[in-house]
């Protein structure tokens, strides 16, 4: 009996000490690099510095310098599916507005990788008239970071939906080629 109660504490100590098991590091936790994470922010705060009241157009940076190429031919596709007319689109997708009425300058920006290199910046301003909550997924072109895609509390992906849309009005045919 003490020979049976010493070996059921023996194998239960052995049972404490044994090592835990190690999950690989994930793709996302070996790209969160605090360089990245600073280049990151830096690369939002210049994308928000021209959005303000007293903002002119030409302090918003030019398409090219902001969205990743995939984001880019996607809305390109999207005005050309519409051939001049509102397609998707109708605002900025950086803003979610129309007209920025507020200061966006001084967003603060939670950072996160979310894997294959790429990083999520959640976007968010308390505004009771005007909010804002955005989660912006980077990607690096080159050097420099851009947007790959942005979601919205009601569309997950601009990419999706711009995609999407484009084939929408792809199948439909212009008016004077309906046939009755």
């Not at 936790?29 to 994308?47: E, G, Q, V, Y």
């Not at 021209?50 to 903002?55: A, S």
């Not at 009601?154 to 484009?166: H, I, K, M, V, Y």
Request: charged share 20%; glycine share 6%.
């Amino acid at each position: 009996m003490k020979t049976t109660g010493t070996m059921i504490l023996a194998l239960a100590l052995a049972a404490c000490h044994q090592e835990p098991a190690v999950s690989p590091p994930t793709t996302a936790s070996a790209t969160a690099n605090p360089a990245d994470i600073t280049s990151a922010r830096a690369f939002l705060t210049h994308i928000y510095a021209g959005y303000h009241p007293d903002g002119a157009l030409e302090e918003i940076l030019p398409d090219e310098e902001v969205y990743a190429p995939a984001l880019l031919a996607a809305i390109q596709a999207n005005r050309e599916a519409y051939s001049g007319e509102v397609g998707y689109l109708n605002g900025d997708p950086l803003c979610d507005c129309q007209d920025f009425a507020q200061d966006l300058r001084h967003l603060d920006f939670a950072i996160e990788p979310v894997g294959d290199g790429q990083l999520q910046a959640t976007v968010a301003l308390e505004d009771p008239e005007h909010p804002l909550d955005l989660r912006l997924t980077l990607q690096r072109d080159g050097v420099r970071w851009r947007v790959a895609d942005i979601a919205t509390l009601t569309e997950p992906s601009l990419l999706q939906a711009l995609q999407r849309d484009t084939r929408a009005a792809g199948q439909e045919l212009p008016v004077a080629e309906k046939t009755p």
